[in-house]
């Protein structure tokens, strides 16, 4: 027996578990809300609002995969959508969800919990993302998580941003570009808009607006929706979300023909609207070959951890959207070429397999 295996026997004999089971989610859903309130690791993407957005979004059939004590309680657990990849059906923690790792009362419980995930028959594939699993799940290091340090005065904060970003900053501000706040259905409706037109740009599709709405419906006063304007037109604009202490950069996007420091000044308002209530501004996954976006978030004072994801019993073709070829490089020469309304009928037919 390897150490793994022996280690693994050692922490279920201490924990006293009982099996991971599949359990509903209007059956788990009251133990896990305590446990994510419970758990120093839990993130905006763990909590209720958000699983509760996303299955009204697209009608998902949510379980929390549990593992728990031969009295009951819940000692780990993780929440699993099934969703679909075209042909077959799979379990994703979570859909839309940059990383949603299992979270644990015990330590080791987690670990515990994955190995039986693992080994259960019967289920169809499975993703876990932002948690680092062993054999036989494969797994996946391509992507990183970017944070910024968002403590300390508004001088201190911006001396992080790097030297090139705070002179795009100073043009933006020379230019009469300004950053406000638009929620509501006004909002919504032009931050859909900017991210529609620049997405296509890119030959990417984009979520209907449907799926949006019903986020910052379910997110409530968590969602954000923020605009860089100049002479009355949007030239950028990020959709945040805020859990504990930290600000989720979600969605972002900006006109192709925007200028410089659209998107820099945007940033700096954002994390400095949030000084001392939030202690870090969550930028997202990035693939690390994409080295232009890599770059772009360490100039504003982001430091990358990895991000790993996992999946058994085997990974998909394409696992990263921001690395594509054959197939998918085609497609994204030619969606700029579409029609606007064909486009748009597409996304909302696709964007279901693309969660």
Wanted: with cysteine.
């Amino acid at each position: 027996m390897n150490q793994g295996n022996l280690a693994r026997k050692s922490a279920e004999t201490q924990l006293e578990i009982g099996r991971v089971e599949l359990e509903p989610w209007s059956t788990a859903r009251a133990e896990w809300i305590a446990m994510v309130e419970r758990s120093p690791d839990a993130t905006v993407f763990h909590t209720c609002r958000w699983i509760e957005s996303i299955l009204a979004a697209y009608r998902f059939r949510i379980y929390v995969a549990a593992l728990r004590s031969p009295q009951g309680a819940m000692l780990a657990g993780v929440p699993l959508a099934q969703s679909s990849q075209f042909w077959r059906k799979k379990l994703v923690a979570l859909p839309y969800s940059d990383f949603c790792a299992p979270l644990e009362d015990e330590p080791g419980a987690a670990e515990i919990l994955m190995a039986q995930l693992a080994a259960k028959q019967g289920l169809p594939p499975i993703e876990v993302r932002g948690f680092d699993a062993p054999a036989p799940w494969h797994k996946f290091e391509m992507f990183q998580r970017w944070i910024v340090n968002t403590e300390g005065s508004a001088e201190q904060i911006q001396q992080r941003f790097s030297r090139n970003f705070r002179a795009h900053i100073r043009r933006a501000e020379t230019s009469g570009f300004v950053v406000e706040r638009v929620d509501g259905a006004e909002g919504l409706r032009r931050f859909y808009e900017l991210i529609v037109t620049s997405r296509r740009q890119k030959g990417l599709p984009t979520q209907p607006a449907g799926f949006f709405r019903t986020i910052a419906k379910g997110m409530g006063d968590d969602a954000q929706i923020w605009f860089t304007i100049h002479a009355g037109r949007d030239l950028a604009v990020e959709f945040a979300l805020t859990h504990r202490d930290c600000i989720y950069g979600k969605w972002m996007a900006r006109a192709h023909d925007a200028g410089t420091g659209a998107t820099e000044i945007l940033i700096r308002k954002l994390i400095l609207s949030h000084l001392g209530t939030h202690r870090r501004f969550d930028v997202g996954r990035t693939d690390m070959r994409n080295k232009g976006l890599v770059n772009f978030k360490r100039q504003h004072g982001a430091e990358p951890s990895p991000l790993p994801y996992v999946f058994t019993p085997d990974p998909p073709g394409n696992i990263s959207s921001e690395h594509v070829t054959g197939t998918r490089a085609l497609a994204m020469r030619l969606w700029p070429k579409l029609p606007r309304p064909v486009a748009e009928g597409l996304s909302a037919f696709i964007y279901r397999y693309l969660s």
